[in-house]
Structure formats: C-alpha cells, structure tokens
C-alpha cells in the first residue's frame, strides 16, 4: 500500500511517499516561504522522481495539528483534494505523535512540544521503549503554560528528550528554573538537529498505524485538531469579556 503524506503544521513543511512501512522518498524544507508555494511543487516533484502517480497512492495523510492554523488548513485542504479528486481515503494524525515518531528507536521519552506563543506550548507527552511509541496516561495533547512543563517531564523515564520546534525554548527556560533536586540538564536532553522537525515521513508511521486501527475517512470528513481559538477569535471574546 502506497500512503502519500504532507506536513506543514509549523515553519518547516515536507512530503513522503511510503509504500508500506517503507520510506520511498521524502522532501523537506525550512525556509522563509509559505507552504502554499512550497508544498505542492514539492508533492509533484517526489511523485516524479518517485515514478508514482497520483491515481497510485492508495492512501492520503496529513498532520491534523495541533501547529500554525495556516499551514494547517494548507496541507488539509491539498490533502483534500488530492484525496477526492482519486476517490481515495485519508487519515490525519497528531502533529505531536509524528514528532515523537522522530525518536523511534530512543529509549527514555519524548516531550513533543511547538510554541504556541502567549507563554503556551502544545505538547504530548510519550514513552519510548522497545522501539515503541506510546503515550503516557497524562499525555494527551494540549495547550499548556510553559510553568507547568517540569511538573509532566518529572514523571518521565529519564531521560527525556525535548522534540519540535519549541524544544529549544523549553530547554532554556527549564534550566532557568532553580532545582531542588536532581538538576534539569542530567535528564533532560535536545533531539538530534535533524529530527528535531515535524517530518512527513514520521507521521506516515503514525498515519498507516492508525490506518490498521480503522481510522481511515472519507476526504470530506477530515478534520483539523487545533486545541485551541485562533488568536483572532481569542481577542474578540477577550474584548467582548467572554
């Protein structure tokens, strides 16, 4: 089975072509453009250089979110409506869970955290053993103050790794914080520069896992997992003293 995915939930975006668990191909880039100049060009140019049509991919996926709102509704709506037009289904997947995916392989666990701006970050928090990801009880993704991060890591396998592109900035601040105990940098450490990233192909694992599950839909019924309002939306209630 041939999955297509497409990742733009944050500053960098990319696509890949898995045909089972397999990596055909994957693009990635991190650069100062919107993904809607980046994204389609790049799934048009792995489908080539991969010899894959469209019509061949049995099975369309994306990260849901949490992330950026625009590049989430980019990549959505391309995954949308590459998956109608070939009357195929689709699966959308934690932006989190696909960040931690970076880490297969890793023992200890994973902190998927992005920057939610206003002092938030959205994070997931997962256990990384034998070669498995799994989630922690109380690690379900949400929009958390940044204050309230050590408080999950300490109840972590150690070490823990800080993945996405707000592990620097909890890094940071985490070893601000005065210690009463064991110090911070003892267990708590960075993910590797090149899967620090949202990858496509990492969530591709999480896609074709949640493929078996049953979860796959229908193009229309996709739907994004913001956690949170639009800023815009936040300041208009905030105006309106709601």
């Not at 980046?38 to 990260?63: I, K």
């Not at 699966?91 to 392989?105: C, I, Q």
């Not at 498995?132 to 204050?147: H, K, L, N, Q, T």
Request: glycine share 10%; proline share 5%; with cysteine.
């Amino acid at each position: 089975m041939k999955c297509l995915v497409l990742e733009a939930s944050a500053s960098a975006a990319s696509c890949a072509l898995l045909e089972d668990e397999k990596v055909l191909g994957e693009f990635f880039v991190n650069i100062p453009q919107t993904h809607s100049q980046t994204l389609l060009p790049m799934v048009r140019g792995l489908l080539d250089t991969c010899g894959t049509s469209a019509g061949e991919v049995d099975l369309y996926a994306v990260t849901r979110g949490p992330g950026s709102f625009t590049g989430l509704r980019i990549a959505m709506a391309a995954v949308k409506g590459l998956a109608m037009a070939a009357e195929k289904p689709c699966v959308g997947v934690s932006t989190l869970e696909a960040l931690a995916r970076n880490l297969t392989g890793f023992s200890g666990s994973a902190a998927a955290v992005m920057d939610a701006r206003c002092g938030q970050v959205y994070a997931g928090f997962f256990a990384l053993t034998g070669g498995r990801v799994e989630r922690y009880e109380f690690g379900e993704d949400a929009a958390i103050p940044i204050g309230e991060l050590r408080s999950r890591l300490e109840k972590m396998e150690k070490p823990v790794f800080l993945v996405g592109d707000g592990a620097h900035l909890c890094y940071n601040k985490l070893l601000e914080e005065p210690s009463a105990g064991e110090p911070v940098e003892s267990w708590l450490r960075l993910a590797p520069p090149h899967l620090l990233y949202q990858r496509a192909a990492a969530a591709g694992a999480a896609a074709l896992l949640a493929w078996k599950r049953g979860e796959a839909v229908d193009a229309g019924a996709l739907e994004p997992a913001y956690l949170r309002l639009p800023q815009a939306e936040r300041e208009l209630r905030k105006r309106q003293g709601k």
